[in-house]
């Protein structure tokens, strides 16, 4: 593996040696999942559970050549505590007046009864979306497993990583690119908050941006009012955290604008930890830096949900599955996360 894939890994690595998770990966028969669980089967600090039907699961392994043998397998259909899982699931949902045959149905999606498992406390931690969208698998998250307490909302984070030339890595931290659809100044204030705790976790000490197309005034509009506010009071409830807002990318990343555009900004030209006032931008952002910037970008990681619980772009690779199942399970013994 190349530097910039081993970042920071030694630390999670170390975690989970000391303390070895099982993880479920909800979509047994993607190539890339098994490719990820066979490099985890090597490993002796992350346990792989494989939720699809055992048969399909070994025909597409052999088919692309993954040697998964030893690997848990659990079917929806033939599952020996699914009686109990529906009854939980019935409990869980009964404000939605669910009943034992439409949880059960529920329950053979993949999502919703890898969801349980976790819930269940059969395994620690769940990463999906290599074939499932993101709303498909977080859904069942928000549903079951909730917003931890002291949590409003459940937001999400990329923790985009490049190498230097000269040997390291730069780091960022961007939210939210893959929750929250158009989250109003509060909302914001919690994302933002959970962003650098995640930022932290990587190395990253956060210098928060609050993205616009604006800079400090040069422009005018109800999301620059937005991105403004949200920065004013963050920094009202972080007196220490440095904190710019609003700003544009350019003024947040580049000293020699930062200088034209806001010369008194504490973070202008030097931040590392990026908030966007919608998920139209978070998204496209995160991709552009990751497809023509060269990064790699690891997430979306959930913030703020009861379990870990993570998803990934269908887009991603197997090392990517890999590096975020680790990331995931490490998390399950980050209190902070
Ligand atoms: C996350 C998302 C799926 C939730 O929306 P939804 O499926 O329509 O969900 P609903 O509004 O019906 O809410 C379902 C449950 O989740 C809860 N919920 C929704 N958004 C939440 C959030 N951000 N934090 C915590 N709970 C949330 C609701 O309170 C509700 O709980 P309940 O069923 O117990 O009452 C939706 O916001 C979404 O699609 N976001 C964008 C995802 C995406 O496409 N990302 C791009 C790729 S990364
Ligand atoms: C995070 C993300 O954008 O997911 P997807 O590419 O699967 O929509």
């Known amino acids: 593996m190349e530097e910039r894939k081993n970042f920071g890994f030694g630390v999670l690595i170390d975690i989970l040696k000391k303390n070895p998770k099982t993880i479920v ?171 650098v705790r995640c930022a932290r976790i990587f190395g990253v000490d956060p210098k928060v941006a609050f993205l616009s197309y604006s800079t400090y005034g040069s422009g005018k509009g109800e999301d620059v009012d937005k991105m403004r506010n949200a920065a004013r009071k963050t920094k009202e409830r972080n007196p220490d955290l440095p904190i710019s807002g609003e700003i544009q990318f350019d003024a947040a990343v580049s000293p020699r604008v930062a200088k034209k555009k806001c010369p008194q900004s504490e973070v202008a030209g030097n931040a590392n930890t990026f908030i966007f006032p919608d998920i139209n931008a978070g998204n496209i952002g995160y991709k552009i830096a990751q497809r023509m910037g060269n990064f790699s970008a690891y997430g979306p990681i959930l913030l703020g949900l009861n379990s870990p619980i993570n998803d990934l772009s269908r887009g991603c690779t197997a090392d990517e599955v890999y590096s975020m199942a680790i990331i995931t399970a490490a998390l399950a013994d980050n209190k902070d996360a």
């Open 25 to 195: 990966l909800t979509e047994g028969t993607d190539p890339r999942i098994l490719e990820a669980s066979s490099r985890l089967l090597a490993s002796n600090f992350l346990h792989p559970i494989l939720v699809g039907d055992p048969d399909k699961i070994y025909e597409v392994a052999e088919e692309s050549g993954f040697n998964i043998r030893g690997s848990e397998i659990i079917n929806p259909r033939n599952f020996d505590r699914m009686d109990e899982m529906v009854e939980m699931f019935c409990e869980l949902r009964k404000s939605k007046g669910v009943t034992p045959e439409q949880a059960r149905e529920i329950l053979y999606q993949n999502n919703y009864f890898g969801t349980m498992l976790v819930k269940m406390g059969i395994a620690d931690s769940l990463l999906g979306g290599a074939t499932y969208s993101t709303a498909d698998t977080v859904r069942p998250a928000l549903q079951l497993i909730k917003t931890r307490p002291g949590n409003t909302l459940v937001s999400s984070c990329f923790i985009l990583v490049r190498p230097f030339a000269t040997g390291g890595n730069e780091v960022f931290a961007m939210g939210d690119c893959g929750i929250n659809i158009k989250p109003n100044e509060d909302e914001l204030v919690e994302i933002a908050e959970e962003t």
